[in-house]
C-alpha cells in the first residue's frame, strides 16, 4: 500500500464530505462504482449469495454488507460514524446588525473546540427540501466558496482572551455573512440567505419548504511534517475510520461470514435518532439479511453469536505539549498502530475476550496495537459501540486510530496509521469467529489476504 496516496485519497473524500450527507453520498457513489447493489428499507428484499449490498437510513447512515456463496457464519462488522461537531444555521438565520452587516444565526450540533472555528474561511452544506412539480424532494447542496467568517474581537477589546475566555455560543459564535448594501424600503442583500440557497438548489425561493444546513471549514486537509508523517483535516473524527473500513470492506474477499460496514449519524449527540447508534437500523438490516436468506429468528440468534464487531472511532494520542494529560501506562502514540480502547464503566465495548480476538487478528494481519484508557481522574469521552449493542448484542471491541486535538475544526493524525487500519479491517473482514458454549471462541484466519 502506498502511504501518501492512500492519504490523499481520504484527504480528498474528506474535503468532498463537508457534512454527513455527503460523506454518505460519497460512499455511497463509490459502492456504485463497484457495482453494489441498492436497496431500500422500504422495498422487499431478495439477496443472492455472492452480491454486494447497501442500503442507506435519512441519507445520513449507510449499512453495505457482502453476502458470500456458502455463508457458514455470521456477521463480520466494522460501525463507525460520519457526523462531526459542528454549526447547524438556524432557521431565519439572518440577523441584521446596525442596519449594515448580516450575520447569520447558528447553534452547535456536538461538542466543538469553539477557538477553532474562529477567522477563517467558512461555508454552507446540507440538504434542503424543495417542491418540485413531482412532490417533495431533498437535495443536498453544498456551496463551494469561502463565504463566512466568524470573526474574533480583538485583544484590545479583551483583554482576557488568551486567559479562560469563556465563549458565548449566542454572542460570539454568530458567523459575517453579508453587507447589507440597499435601503431599508429596498430588498437588502438581493434574496439574501435563502435566495442563495434556493439558487445552488436550483429552485425559487418559495419553494424551499425547509432545511438543514451547516457551516463547515473550507481549508483543505493536508500531509505535513518533516517527512510528511502526519494528516491534518477537518472531520478526521471520524471519516479516517469510515473511509478505512469501506476501502478494506470493498477489496475483502469472500469469507465465510458477511462483511458489514455500518456507518452511523449523529453519534457526535448521543445517537439517539432514527438513524445513529442507538436505532434498529443495524438490528433490522441483520434481520432482514437472515430472513432473505431463509434463517428462521432462532437462527438469527445463532448467527450473532457467530458474529464480530469493531467500534471504530478515533482515540486520544499523546499530545506533544500536554504529555500529562495521558494515562501513565497506555500512551497511544501517533503513527504507532491501532488503538484498543478499555473503559471500566464500559463506555468502551472492549473485553478480555473482543480484546484478545482483535490482537490476533492484527498480528495475523502484521499490525502494530496499542492501548488507551481514560487517566482515573479524566472522565474522557464515549462512542457508538455500546449504544449499538444494546440493539444488537456482538461480542464487540473498540478500536480507532491516534489523533491530536478532537473535535477542533482542523484535526491531526498520523500518516501511517490509516494503512494499518485498511490493512487490518481487510483481515478482519476475512476472518471469522464462533462462540462455543460460553466463554471459549474459535477465530478462523485466513492464511493472506489481497490487499
Ligand atoms: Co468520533
Redesign the pocket.
Known sequence: MDTAAINRELLDYVDRSPVSFFAIRNMADELDRSGAVRLYEGERWELTPGTTYYTTRNDSSLISFRIPAVWSSGFQIIAS?CDSPAFRIKTNAEITVENRLVKLNVEKYGGMICESWFDRPLSVAGRVVVQTPEGVETRLICIDRDLLIIPHLAIHMNRNVNDGYKINLQKDMLPLFAEKTAGPEESGTGGGFIGLIAAEAGVAPEDILDTELNLYNRTKGTLFGLNNEFIAAGRL??LTCAFASLKAFLSAGPGRSIAVHCVYDN??VGSGSRQGAASTFLSDVLHRINAACGGSEEDYHCRLLKSFMLSA??AHGVHPNHTDKSDPTNRPALNGGIVIKYSANQKYTTDAVSGALFRKICTAANVPVQTFQNRSDQIGGS?LGNISTIQVPLLTADIGLAQLSMHSAYETAGARDMEYLVRASGWFYASSVESRGDGCYSLLLPDSIKE
Open positions: 460514524h473524527d471520524d453519534e457526535e472511532d478515533n462512542t
